[in-house]
Structure formats: structure tokens, C-alpha cells
């Protein structure tokens, strides 16, 4: 990875780049799970408007390489996040088009968004402006999931079964924050073993 | 009050929406009441002074959720249950020490945890709320930017560094734990309120 003496986060340039690559695999299985879902759904407007989603999917994935490749890194199409890559399967997996819509746009959004968050707050100011474009995107996205979730579910037992989703989706976003974190100290510890001792 | 709550644009159930407010009224309560006493403990004159703008930004956001929650017919205490997210981090209260530590924990963690939790509720609330958001979403920003800035001044070296990483390690661990406890309260809640429109956001 070249070192970019230009570059201006207040973000270590590391954690940016890994946080770039969360994202762009998010974008990418994201593409992928809403074709899936657009073909196979039975409700006319869940496929028009899944197929508009996939569009900005699309464009986010453009902007978030973009970035990476002004920072001096490529794509890593082989990243993978366990949990995440579990998220995904549920939320595919779930017969119902109001559980769907819950565990993708409630729940896989809101760790997305929660991402593209930290470098709108620590990133160097281009890769703030364009999270800023996604994040924009995102709330358009949260807001029509939600709409349609709610209009989908005119039942108690419909409502309750989006909210479940909700919460399987939430605990495994917990784990992938989990493991970071975990990586985080793994990483310290090791420098700190490293590091000569004080006399 | 549904049509008026749909034609505002709130998407959330009206009554929790009104509890999170008093929550959030709480938090931000929390942090200026701490952050007061480390800006009071602070020797480094720069960060003292920070930490005092900190401490007046938390005032006004937790004005400004009392206010809301009022508004949308919340009854206000000042002693409403703590959010299951941040229970976890009680432990790290006692133990931060140092200006690093301290700044760590609320500047790094929980305002990382305020910004993510504001952009992800922001699409779902009424209009007025939304406004809120965006303007508190702007201080928090800052202060997630005063952690960093004392990470970079007080962290010269690369083990006071690992120090300060390894202890954010444990606190972001802490709160992915407080996140998982959240999953299995709204899993529970699902099950035993059916005919909730929505589940309450785990916004701090």
C-alpha cells in the first residue's frame, strides 16, 4: 500500500481503508441479495422500487472505489465479513416480503449507514463528501423500506414477525462489531508485547 | 394521532419514539454531568477548554430532548431506564483515569455510538425530530473530533498508542456486547407487545 503524504483524515489511513473495504462488500452482496429478491418477489412494488434501489447499490459501490483507488488501494473483492455474509443469508432466507424488508432496510441499512457515519466524522474531506452522498441515499432507502414494511404489514402478526427479524439481523451486526473490536485489541496487545519493557 | 404522526413523517410507533427521547434526554444528561467532572479534573489547559465547550453542547442536546419528549406527550422523570446498550459501559466509568481513557470512552465510543445511532434513526422519525437530529448530529461530530485530537496530542509514542487502542478495543467489545443484549430484549419485546408498529430504535 503506497503512503499517501496528501491524505488528510483525522482517521488513521489503515482503519479508513478496512472500513472502505466493510463497505464495499456490503455494496457488493447488497447488489446481489436485492437482484435476487427483485426477481423472485411477488409484489409488484417491491420490485419496482428494488429495482431502482439497485441502481444507487451500484453507483455507491462506484464511489466507495473510487475512493479507495484515490487512497492508493484497489477493491478487495475476496473481503469477507462472517457475520455480515450471515445477516444476509437470514434475511434472504425469510419467506416473507415484511421480513425482508425489516432485516434489509432496518437492520443491514442502519450497520451501513452507522459505518459510513465514522468516516463522515474522521475521514479525509473527500471521502466525507461522498459518504455524505451515500448516507443521503441511505435515508431516502431507510424511509421507503420502512413505509412499505409498514404498509405490507396490516397485521399484529406481520409487524411482529418484521420486528424479530429486526433483532436476529441486529445480533449479528453486534458480532461483527464484536470481532473488530476484538481484532482492535489482539492488534495493541501485540505491539504492547513487542514494545521494550521499562527498566 | 396516527394521521397526524404519518403526515409529520414518523415512522416509528408515536409512544416509543416519545420514551427514546426521554432516553436520549437522559444520555446526553449523563454526559454533561461527566464530562463536567473531567473538564473540572483536566490539567492540559487546551483540553480543559474543550471539554468545557463539550460540557455546555451536552446541556442543550439534553434541553432539546426533554423538549421533544414533552412535546410528543412523554411524562418527564429524570431517572428513566438506562439504555441496555450503554449498561456495559458502567465498569469503564470507574476505570478511566486519564484524560486519554476518559476521552476514549465518550468521545471515541459513545459519540461514535450517538453519531451511528442518529444517522440511523433520522430517516424514520417526524420532521421536527429530524431537524433535531441534524443539528445535535453536527456537535457530536465535533466531539468525536476532540477525542481524536487528544489521542494524536498525548499519544506520542507507539505504546501509548497500542494503550489507547487496546482500551477502545475493550469498550467498543463492551458496547457490541450492550448491542446483543439489545437484540434479545427487542426479540422478547416483538413476541410479547404483537401489534407494535416498530420496535424502539438503540439510539444513546
Not at chain 1, 28 to 52: I, K
Request: hydrophobic share 40%; aromatic share 6%.
Amino acid at each position: 500500500m503506497t503512503i499517501l503524504p496528501s491524505y488528510r483524515g483525522t482517521m488513521p489511513l489503515e482503519e479508513l481503508l478496512e472500513l472502505l473495504q466493510l463497505v464495499a462488500f456490503i455494496k457488493r452482496r447488497g447488489v446481489r441479495f436485492l437482484q435476487e429478491w427483485a426477481t423472485a418477489s411477488p409484489v409488484p412494488e417491491v420490485r419496482d422500487g428494488l429495482r431502482r434501489q439497485i441502481t444507487r447499490e451500484e453507483h455507491h459501490l462506484t464511489l466507495v472505489r473510487e475512493r479507495l483507488r484515490a487512497l492508493g488501494a484497489e477493491e478487495d473483492v475476496s473481503y469477507q465479513d462472517t457475520d455480515l455474509e450471515n445477516a444476509f443469508q437470514i434475511t434472504a432466507a425469510a419467506p416473507q416480503e415484511v421480513e425482508k424488508l425489516a432485516g434489509f432496510y432496518r437492520s443491514i441499512k442502519e450497520y451501513s449507514v452507522a459505518r459510513c457515519a465514522a468516516m463522515i466524522a474522521l475521514a479525509d474531506p473527500p471521502t466525507q463528501q461522498a459518504m455524505d452522498a451515500v448516507s443521503d441515499d441511505e435515508e431516502h432507502a431507510q424511509r421507503w423500506g420502512e413505509s412499505l414494511r409498514l404498509k405490507l404489514s396490516p397485521t399484529p402478526e406481520l409487524q411482529r414477525d418484521g420486528n424479530i427479524m429486526r433483532a436476529r439481523i441486529l445480533e449479528q451486526t453486534a458480532k461483527s462489531r464484536e470481532r473488530l473490536a476484538r481484532q482492535l485489541q489482539e492488534k495493541a496487545r501485540r505491539v504492547l508485547q513487542d514494545a521494550p519493557s521499562k527498566p | 394521532m396516527a394521521t397526524q404522526d404519518a403526515a409529520d413523517g414518523l415512522l416509528l410507533d408515536h409512544q416509543l419514539w416519545a420514551e427514546q427521547c426521554k432516553l436520549s434526554a437522559r444520555a446526553e444528561h449523563g454526559g454533561m454531568v461527566v464530562c463536567g467532572l473531567w473538564m473540572a479534573e483536566a490539567d492540559d489547559v487546551e483540553a480543559k477548554l474543550k471539554l468545557a465547550r463539550q460540557t455546555w453542547d451536552e446541556s442543550r442536546h439534553a434541553l432539546a430532548f426533554y423538549e421533544r419528549a414533552r412535546a410528543l406527550g412523554a411524562d418527564l422523570d429524570m431517572d428513566p431506564p438506562q439504555s441496555p446498550v450503554l449498561q456495559p459501559l458502567v465498569p469503564f466509568l470507574m476505570e478511566a483515569q486519564t484524560l486519554v481513557e476518559r476521552t476514549t470512552l465518550i468521545n471515541l465510543c459513545v459519540e461514535v455510538l450517538a453519531v451511528e445511532s442518529f444517522h440511523a434513526t433520522k430517516p424514520l422519525v417526524d420532521l421536527t425530530s429530524r431537524e433535531l437530529m441534524d443539528f445535535i448530529l453536527a456537535d457530536e461530530v465535533t466531539h468525536v473530533q476532540l477525542g481524536k485530537w487528544v489521542v494524536d496530542h498525548f499519544c506520542t509514542t507507539s505504546e501509548t498508542k497500542a494503550r489507547h487502542d487496546e482500551f477502545q478495543g475493550r469498550v467498543d467489545e463492551a458496547l457490541a456486547k450492550g448491542r446483543q443484549i439489545l437484540a434479545q430484549q427487542l426479540a422478547d419485546q416483538a413476541v410479547a407487545l404483537v401489534g407494535c408498529s416498530v420496535s424502539a430504535p438503540e439510539v444513546v
